[in-house]
């Protein structure tokens, strides 16, 4: 249902968009090069790169998909929270350093794919390539997944049909990522990083206040489903099982490998700084978390109509605009699209940086230019959001879902070659070839086989992990010993 006070809303949306594109402008007049378009020529400070890197991880995920997972499974979502907490300390820990410093000392690496080639001297072979289709396939799922949230977002504010809905939030993500590249979109995470913050605290707050407290929010649950307050079952009362936990736990592990998360690690200005960016970062992490799970939970007693299925995703929107005043609820409402927007426009850049940078240079124009690689990377970004645009128009998309698809593609395909290339000297090229192929492959087709149930159940992340690992190991030292 479109808001009592679409104007209010559409102003409140309409001055964002404003600072948006005006810090696309600016970043516009900033980038003369590649570098410049996909790593802000590494010139973040430690502030930025953690909130850029934090509101780039988290996406409409975190205002709709997770909400609407705690609305419908009650506590069973702090397995998954927990998961990412420790994955995000583990990323920053001991990837984000020794990544940016690495990138650098190989001959100012860009993209993950040209770090590869340069880590295991692959000059003209097909790795680079390779680990450039695998980073388009997953990124035109991923970005899909920002459209299905935008879509879902117009769709309930506005009464726009749902592929109309897709369409205007398509375009609005373009717009700035085409003009401004790295720089607007980093610069604009600030921004979209504080937003989300305080809309999720102040929705949060809300809830648990028109549900009585944290005492009247247990009891909302277990009035509803006492089967929500226990952690080790689903709503139905079905036990997880060790299906079930791992499978929660396991998105964690996918931090290690998603190319936009990575990117700003390899963007910051000094390496030194980032201790001061993971606390930032993961302060800010733990707020955001605990309060999405806590909008979800209290949406359950404070909304008078029951969400089903899908529109479970829609708790954020509902608490927002119904509780209100509108010019308030405009605010938070923005937030929601911060958040797509911040990742979203990461996607679509490791997208181009992907296509221009290691398909059209490394395959068909070895000679190109900087001015030339900069229109084809912006050009790249028209298509990837074209298609992904098409993917997202089937309504019965849920943000979850195609966000886990992705987030599991990235982390089995290139997590483990980027672990052990950091730490294991005896990794070889021929490793990488082996962990990318079946980490993508073995995700691919597990998702394929989910409808199966039983083991298929099992998230395709731990299956495309584990194959990655053991293919990097035994193919590594295997080709030592010949």
Not at 165 to 181: D, N
Not at 198 to 212: Q, R, S
Request: proline share 4%; hydrophobic share 55%; net charge neutral.
């Amino acid at each position: 249902m479109p808001s009592h006070d679409t104007p209010t809303l559409i102003a409140t949306f309409a001055v964002y968009l404003g600072i948006c594109l005006v810090l696309g402008f600016v970043a516009w007049r900033r980038t003369t090069n590649l570098k410049d378009f996909i790593l802000g020529g590494r010139s973040l400070g430690p502030w930025v790169t953690a909130l850029s890197a934090q509101a780039t991880d988290m996406s409409g995920w975190l205002l709709l998909g997770l909400p609407g997972f705690a609305y419908l499974a009650g506590i069973e979502s702090a397995w998954l929270v927990g998961g990412l907490v420790v994955g995000t300390w583990l990323n920053w820990r001991f990837v984000a350093q020794p990544l940016r410093e690495r990138t650098e000392a190989l001959g100012d690496a860009l993209t993950l794919p040209a770090y590869f080639e340069r880590a295991f001297d692959d000059v003209g072979g097909l790795l680079r390539p390779l680990s450039a289709f695998f980073i388009l396939v997953f990124f035109i799922l991923y970005a899909s997944s920002q459209f299905v949230a935008a879509g879902r977002l117009f769709e309930s504010l506005f009464g726009l049909p749902y592929a109309w809905a897709v369409f205007w939030g398509s375009i609005v993500m373009l717009a700035y990522t085409f003009l401004g590249g790295f720089l607007a979109v980093s610069w604009s995470d600030v921004l979209q990083g504080t937003l989300m913050f305080f809309a999720l605290l102040l929705v949060a707050a809300m809830g648990v206040h028109l549900v009585g407290g944290f005492d009247g929010l247990h009891a909302t649950l277990n009035a509803f489903n006492a089967e929500l307050l226990n952690p080790w079952t689903n709503a139905e009362g079905a036990p997880l099982g060790w299906i079930g936990i791992a499978s929660a736990l396991a998105w964690g592990l996918g931090y290690c490998g998603q190319p936009h998360i990575l990117a700003r690690f390899m963007a910051i200005r000094d390496p030194q700084q980032m201790r001061i960016a993971r606390r930032v970062a993961m302060s800010w992490q733990i707020v955001v978390l605990a309060a999405a799970m806590l909008v979800g939970m209290s949406a359950l007693g404070a909304l008078p109509v029951r969400l089903e299925g899908s529109d479970a995703e829609k708790a954020f929107i509902q608490m927002s605009a119904q509780f209100f005043p509108p010019w308030l609820a405009g605010i938070c409402l923005a937030g929601v699209l911060a958040a797509i927007m911040s990742t979203a426009s990461a996607q679509l850049l490791l997208s181009s940086a992907a296509f221009a940078e290691d398909f059209y240079r490394g395959l068909i124009r070895k000679q190109a230019g900087a001015r030339e690689l900069l229109w084809v990377g912006r050009l790249a970004v028209l298509g990837v959001a074209a298609i992904a645009s098409v993917v997202a128009l089937d309504p019965s998309s849920t943000v979850l879902s195609r966000v886990g698809d992705a987030w599991a593609g990235f982390g089995a395909t290139f997590g483990p070659a980027i672990v052990l290339s950091l730490y294991w000297p005896r990794m070889t090229r021929i490793g990488a070839y082996a962990g990318v192929l079946a980490g993508g492959l073995t995700v691919v087709g597990w998702m394929a086989m989910a409808d199966r149930g039983g083991i298929f159940a099992l998230y395709a992340m731990v299956p495309g992990f584990a194959a990655s690992l053991l293919a990097i190991v035994a193919a590594s030292l295997a080709s030592r010993r010949r």
